[in-house]
């Protein structure tokens, strides 16, 4: 059964940094796409770091700069490093995992872990 487990959210003052963790079981992470995605309060989940199963990135234009999303293959897991965190990145922070075989996506997404930036 696979599962995504996420940890690493708090609340920290804005300037402050967090690293998130997202722990793959009962699948090989390597071979996914794996994504961090936030939903703040009234707001859909959006995209906020990609990382593909061939290690190129990709950032949501407000957090480039700031974001830094990374793998440990022998881990299973990926990261997120949020420095000079703002009250904007409030949010519920989700790990997403994506694997597309013959046009078919497979995705299984964690619980979410909660962010919360104060001024």
């Known amino acids: 059964q696979v599962q995504l487990v996420e940890t690493g959210g708090g609340s920290v003052q804005a300037g402050g940094s967090l690293k998130l963790s997202c722990a793959a079981s009962?699948?090989?992470?390597?071979?996914?796409?794996m994504g961090w995605y936030r939903q703040a309060p009234g707001k859909r989940r959006d995209l906020v770091a990609l990382?593909?199963?061939?290690?190129?990135?990709n950032y949501e234009d407000s957090v480039k700069g700031r974001f830094t999303i990374f793998r440990d293959n022998g881990k299973n897991t990926v990261y997120l490093q949020m420095n000079n965190l703002k009250p904007e990145d409030t949010g519920v922070y989700y790990c997403?995992?994506?694997?597309?075989?013959?046009?078919?996506?497979?995705?299984?997404w964690g619980q979410g872990t909660q962010v919360t930036v104060s001024a």
């Open positions: 997403k995992a994506v694997q597309t075989i013959r046009n078919t996506d497979f995705d299984y």
């Open positions: 009962g699948m090989v992470a390597r071979r996914y796409s």
């Open positions: 990382v593909t199963s061939s290690g190129s990135t």
